[in-house]
């Protein structure tokens, strides 16, 4: 178990959102690989918001891992919950670090609306699209937002790279809201893909 005197409180977070289930990501989160990752990176707890499906997988975990055993060899505390009605600001804000603890990051599904709130707050975020939604601009969107600096684009079969990827961003990422002028690596633009994917650029 941590050891509270030596390291500082650090909070990662993982929102599935609350339109579509997205089990892959939450398997990915518990994975040893993963953990092992926020070990390295000084975390201290690792928080899944899951939806209602992904209650069984946190349980399984659970079961499978022995919980306590989790925080001894990792040093995480790790903890889940289905959704919260009053949405998830505030708990992103603990993510970006509230007064003694450090700053950790946000791990989102590639939804316009969950990483708004996120880059509002300005929580370094690592965006993971949902391959198992058809018709969809999560993919795009989370290549857009990577590529002119806001986020890091997250890989559901080596999440635990995105951990070394965001300690990097934190000294370099773009302030939000973004300004107009600049390059754009794409061509294409980060309002048009807001535009496809919201209907409007906030």
């Known amino acids: 178990m941590r050891d509270d005197h030596q390291k500082q409180e650090k909070l990662c977070f993982v929102t599935i959102g609350a339109t579509a289930s997205f089990d ?4 990915a989160a518990l994975s040893q690989s993963f953990l092992e990752a926020l070990e390295v990176a000084n975390y201290t707890d690792l ?3 899951h939806g209602r499906e992904g209650q069984k997988i946190l349980n399984d ?10 925080e001894k060899i990792t040093g995480v505390t790790v903890n889940g919950f289905d959704f919260e009605k009053e949405g998830l600001s505030q708990v992103m804000r603990k993510a970006k670090g509230e007064r003694d603890a450090a700053e950790g990051v946000v791990i989102s599904h590639a939804g316009s609306g969950t990483i708004l709130d996120a880059l509002r707050i300005a929580a370094p975020l690592i965006v993971v699209p949902n391959p198992g939604l058809l ?3 999560q993919e795009e969107l989370a290549e857009e937002l990577a590529a002119q600096g ?30 107009n002028a600049g390059h754009d690596p794409s061509g294409r633009g980060l309002a048009a893909v807001m535009d496809d994917e919201m209907g409007f650029v906030d």
């Not at 892959?24 to 398997?27: G, M, T, W």
């Not at 975990?61 to 989790?70: E, G, H, K, L």
């Not at 559901?156 to 302030?175: D, G, H, P, V, W």
Request: aromatic content about 8%.
């Open 24 to 27: 892959s990501l939450i398997k």
């Open 47 to 49: 928080l899944l918001q």
């Open 61 to 70: 975990f659970y079961t499978q891992a022995q919980i306590s055993d989790v």
């Open 135 to 137: 018709d969809n601009h």
């Open 150 to 179: 806001y986020v890091i684009h997250g890989h559901l079969n080596n999440l635990a790279a995105a951990i070394e990827e965001s300690e990097t961003l934190r000294t370099k990422r773009r302030a939000w809201p973004p300004v």
